[in-house]
């Protein structure tokens, strides 16, 4: 077992110069993927949660560096109990495994849309609506690689495939997340069966979630652990925000934050009867439908949802009962799990905000959760991603007895 710090932070280095070396940028061209793949006959939905349907290799993006990479579409379960096709990627550091097989590491991604185009595994190069931040993921990811893990990654359900984006819905999530680590298995079986999942924003909350649910859902593995990174919590506050914005003219969130309200909305109405007529303004109406055709950053636009005061996009003193019920329900803060957490969050985060994270960490500790919380001084949404990443290896090192 490593314990020397030195020995570790040697290796880190050498690991992100090797993957730089082995893939360097613009190496490979990414191979188109026929729309087919996406949208497999009915009769090969039907199976097993956590098989393959198909899969192929894939060069360049959304590759990760280092590996030999797959494109897969494998079974889940949806909300409503049915079967659904759920698109992803597998990466497999290339060499022998080691007894065992590779340990696998899957990440969650964060907010990149609830429209099928924002798919990470259709980011085929930076013409992707999300391509600066999938790209930045697959830096992190590359870094895993080197220091010897397989990674796995999900579109999670009705992205990139049909049906609709269970988006921060946490149980649709973390079947998506152990049904893919199953699937991975499959696509490549130097895999063992020892995984621990980490994810970021979204991904955050679903990784909390994986935590709690994941081991009932995928007994043939065996969960270590999970990280969430500047994970997404107390999401209901926004259905109270919003009305009080309207009567007031002032909101307590970062105007840019609004960029998440349409998906949220669509989110929760794959699970409950939301009628965004009963609190929405006609702007906030008019703007609704870009959440079906933009992706995050579209919607960050001037002439979108972060271009608008919270204000102007919900009516003054609405009823928003049903979606708060949703979101409420879905607050990684109210779970419980018997595998340990690392939550890791940068104080200069304005999308999560620190605050969030803090209550989240206190009330699961209250309940005797096994948590660890990092924080990091003046780091950002993003920034957590390469700030907090020494930190995270070798707490899955911990975790894998690496």
């Known amino acids: ?34 729309p087919g793949f996406y949208a497999p006959a009915a009769d090969l939905v039907a199976g ?21 990479n797959h494109l897969v579409l494998y079974r889940s379960v949806n909300m409503q109990g049915q079967p659904v096709a759920v698109s992803g990627t597998v990466a497999v550091p290339e060499g022998t495994s080691p007894p065992g097989g590779w340990p696998l590491i899957f990440w969650a991604h964060g907010t990149t849309g609830v429209a099928d185009v924002c ?41 990139g495939t049909a049906g609709e984006h269970g988006y921060l819905i946490g149980d649709a999530e973390m079947r998506a997340v ?39 859902w995928a007994p043939r593995l065996e969960l270590l652990g999970a990280v969430a990174e500047a994970p997404a919590s107390h999401q209901g506050l926004i259905a109270f925000a919003g009305p009080l914005a309207g009567t007031t003219g002032a909101s307590p969130l970062p105007q840019v934050s609004n960029a998440f309200l349409p998906l949220m909305i669509r989110g929760a109405q ?22 079906d055709t933009r992706c995050i950053d579209g919607l960050r636009e001037p002439d979108s949802w972060a271009g608008k005061p919270l204000s102007a996009l919900f009516r003054a003193g609405a009823d ?12 990684a803060s109210n779970l419980t799990y018997a595998v340990p957490v690392l939550v890791v969050q940068g104080t200069g985060d304005t999308v999560v ?3 969030g994270t803090d ?44």
């Not at 710090?5 to 993927?33: C, D, K, W, Y």
């Not at 006609?282 to 609704?288: C, S």
């Not at 009330?363 to 005797?368: E, F, H, I, S």
Request: glycine share 8%; hydrophobic share 45%; no cysteine.
């Open 1 to 34: 077992m490593r314990t020397a710090n030195t020995t570790r932070a040697v290796r880190l280095a050498a690991a992100a110069t090797a993957a730089a070396l082995m893939f360097p940028a613009g190496s490979a061209a990414a191979e188109p993927v026929e």
């Open 119 to 159: 798919a990470p595994s259709r980011d085929t190069g930076p013409g992707f609506p999300a391509h600066a931040y999938t790209a930045l993921v697959r830096d992190t990811q590359a870094r895993l690689i080197a220091a010897g893990y397989a990674v796995a990654q999900t579109d999670y359900q009705g992205l």
């Open 270 to 291: 794959t699970v409950a009867e939301v009628d965004p007529a009963r609190f929405l303004a006609p702007e906030g109406l008019e703007l609704l439908p870009q959440a």
């Open 320 to 331: 928003t009962t049903a979606l708060g019920a949703v979101l409420n329900d879905n607050d």
């Open 48 to 68: 097993e949660h956590g098989t393959v349907i198909q899969a192929r290799p894939i060069t360049g993006d959304p590759a990760v560096a280092g590996a030999r």
């Open 359 to 402: 209550a989240m960490v206190a009330q699961q500790r209250l309940t005797g959760q096994p948590v660890e919380y990092r924080d990091y001084p003046g780091v950002d949404h993003r920034g957590i991603l390469a700030a907090a990443n020494d930190d995270v290896v070798a707490w899955l090192d911990s975790r894998f007895a690496r």
């Open 353 to 355: 905000p620190p605050a």
């Open 178 to 216: 152990a049904d893919m680590a199953l699937a991975a298995r499959a696509v490549a079986p130097e895999i063992g069966t020892r995984w621990a999942s980490v994810g970021h924003s979204q991904g955050g909350q679903a990784a909390i979630y994986t935590a709690a649910r994941a081991q009932g």
